[in-house]
């Protein structure tokens, strides 16, 4: 199972990105889905996440600004942000529970920068 982020990019302040992340493989399922960010020189932190049954937790730092959906058709998972701030510079990386024909595993995909500029 692979996860594939796409959509990173440099914006301006004030700007909008929608990351997406889509899952290939031999998948049954995927449970949660979630979308974390690392900034330069710091830890991974979750930004937003997605249940199976479409439930959805954001940090304090993306409530009112970022939308997390996902299109279970299509195995993926979106990130819509607006109002990007500089704050929100990072690598933004996908993961995902993905019950496979044979297991369970957690999964991360490779990342997408997201630079916001002033």
């Known amino acids: 199972v692979q996860l594939q982020a796409s959509g990173g990019g440099l914006v301006q302040v004030g700007g909008s990105l929608r990351l997406s992340c889509t899952a290939s493989g031999s998948i049954r399922s995927i449970n949660h889905l979630n979308w974390y960010r690392q900034a330069p020189g710091k830890q991974r932190d979750l930004v937003a996440g997605?249940?199976?049954?479409?439930?959805?937790r954001y940090a304090d730092s993306a409530k009112g600004r970022f939308s997390i959906s996902r299109d279970n058709a299509k195995n993926t998972v979106y990130l819509q942000m607006s109002s990007l701030k500089p704050e929100d510079t990072g690598v933004y990386y996908c993961?995902?529970?993905?019950?496979?024909?044979?297991?369970?595993?957690?999964?991360w995909g490779q990342g997408t920068l997201v630079t916001v500029s002033s």
């Open positions: 997605i249940t199976s049954d479409s439930s959805t």
């Open positions: 993961n995902a529970g993905v019950l496979t024909t044979y297991n369970y595993l957690e999964v």
